[in-house]
């Protein structure tokens, strides 16, 4: 063996057997050590797990969780750093409560987090490593983002319209299917199989991942300057 084994690299072997079986990949397998940010909770990297900020009306806030609050436990397990909060999600249920103790103003209090169902959706996958490989089995080796909001009103879209902006096309071998396909950098994303509501990339890879199988066909209307064009190609 030449190297050592990537952390990353386990997680896309989960992916591609689930994939090969032509199964659902499940929202643990997608969504492995959940930022603890989908719950509301904002740690202070400089600190082994003390809250900087809580999000409003996320799970954290209705919980009683607040600003300052120095984590100390989290469903029994003694928490260390940020990975540790990040293991305890990843080995937690769909839904459920974990227990917290936690240290504020000096003071230890008890307080529980809910995990409503589909929390782990909440999370965002495509700054991952792994997030290339699911781009070229789901997205034809595509990488995409929300059209920022000044192109949006230049282009007269609604709000509530599925625009998402090529930013870049991959161009050689399985991470070229879009290409191939005829898509090209910048153009903007409309409406996938005649869906045009508004969807972010990583939901976009989950949601293929979840519902679609290799060689199901997507199809999506693009815009490209003045023109709009229907371009398919096939899921890997």
């Not at 990975?83 to 529980?112: F, I, N």
């Not at 153009?187 to 005649?194: N, P």
């Amino acid at each position: 063996m030449q190297s050592c084994i990537h952390c990353h690299q386990v997680g896309e072997a989960l992916r591609l057997v689930a994939r090969s079986s032509e199964k659902p990949a499940s929202d643990k397998v997608l969504y492995p050590y959940p930022n603890p940010k989908i719950l509301g909770l904002i740690l202070d990297p400089k600190e082994k797990a003390k809250v900087r900020e809580v999000i409003s009306n996320s799970s954290a806030e209705q919980n009683g969780v607040r600003a300052g609050d120095e984590i100390r436990t989290l469903a029994g397990q003694p928490i260390l750093s940020i990975a540790d909060v990040q293991w305890v999600l990843h080995h937690a249920g769909e839904t459920g409560k974990l227990t917290a103790e936690v240290l504020r103003d000096g003071q230890s209090k008890s307080l529980t987090l809910t995990l409503a169902k589909g929390w782990r959706q909440r999370d965002d996958i495509s700054w991952r490593a792994t997030s290339w490989d699911l781009r070229r089995i789901t997205l034809g080796g595509m990488r995409l983002e929300t059209l920022p909001e000044d192109r949006r009103r230049d282009l007269k879209l609604p709000a509530d319209q599925l625009a998402l902006l090529a930013k870049w096309v991959g161009q050689y071998n399985e991470h070229a299917v879009a290409k191939k396909a005829g898509f090209v950098k910048d153009d903007i994303i409309l409406a996938i199989d005649g869906d045009r509501s508004p969807i972010t990339e990583s939901s976009l890879i989950a949601r293929f991942l979840q519902t679609k199988r290799p060689g199901d066909k997507v199809t999506m209307t693009v815009l490209r300057g003045q023109q709009r064009l229907e371009l398919s190609f096939a899921q890997q």
